[in-house]
């Protein structure tokens, strides 16, 4: 949800394919709720360094809006839907995407990138890099970018007073992914987002298809998250149905068992990456990162 925090990181280039380097593969960033894509301590830092460290990447970090101060402003109030049409559509008509590229989405940002493989596989998402997103949806809203603290304040009045009214639904990018487990009848119907990528409204098939086309699905949970409630969405789990403190893990969820959107048999495959970091959202080292996500951008 907030704008990245970390120190520089020195990147790898090259990709080979078929016994040749035919060049790196195209990147994909969308940032979190907040920020922009072009922040120059979060997401245009992040551009750069790969730009610099990575010889000829093609690096697009997503702006939603004509100018910065709407990038921020839509990652708070442009429904996510329209969002990840726009997207779609930006991806499909740039050149430089067409033989597939990686992506790597920062908190909501992540699971907005989901929903683009799930309902956009041309042109093909090869590995999804969700950086603290949050998979199964918050219920909770501790804390928020200090400079939007005024407007945090308003959305938690406005989740207070009907996180599933159709209006606030449809103007507030939170409410669109905020998941109330004393009210999961309530969520699964109202919910213009969340419940829909999470097949909680009835089964695509394409959206199963579709993800399951990745390589790889990483996610990124932070361990001392004070942002996201629960953590454990950062992995695909959730608070237990019906009550609001034990939480179980993705395996126990009926998405996993049940295999609704594919996360089963991707999780046979070896396709699933759980990765944790001792930190708070969004923040980590130059080590952890080269490590741990460098390595999914080849």
Known sequence: MAAIRFLPVVLLSGLLVGGRCSGPVPLVIWHGMGDSCCNPISMGYIKKIVENKIPGIYVLSLKIGN???EDVE???FMNVNNQVTQVCEMLAKDPHLQGGYNSMGFSQGGQFLRAVAQRCPSPPMFNLISIGGQHQGVYGFPHCPGESSHICDWIRKMLDIGAYTKMVQERL???????DPLKEEEYRKNSIFLSDINQEKHINETYKKNLMALKKFVMVKFLNDTMVDP???EW????RSGQAKETIPLQETLLYTEDQLGLQQMDKEGKLVFLSVEGDHLRFSEQWFYTNIVPFLH
């Open 67 to 69: 100018t910065l101060v």
């Open 74 to 76: 839509n990652s708070f």
């Open 173 to 179: 990018v939170q409410a669109e992914y905020w998941h």
């Open 231 to 233: 953590p454990t969405s």
């Open 236 to 239: 695909f789990g959730f608070y």
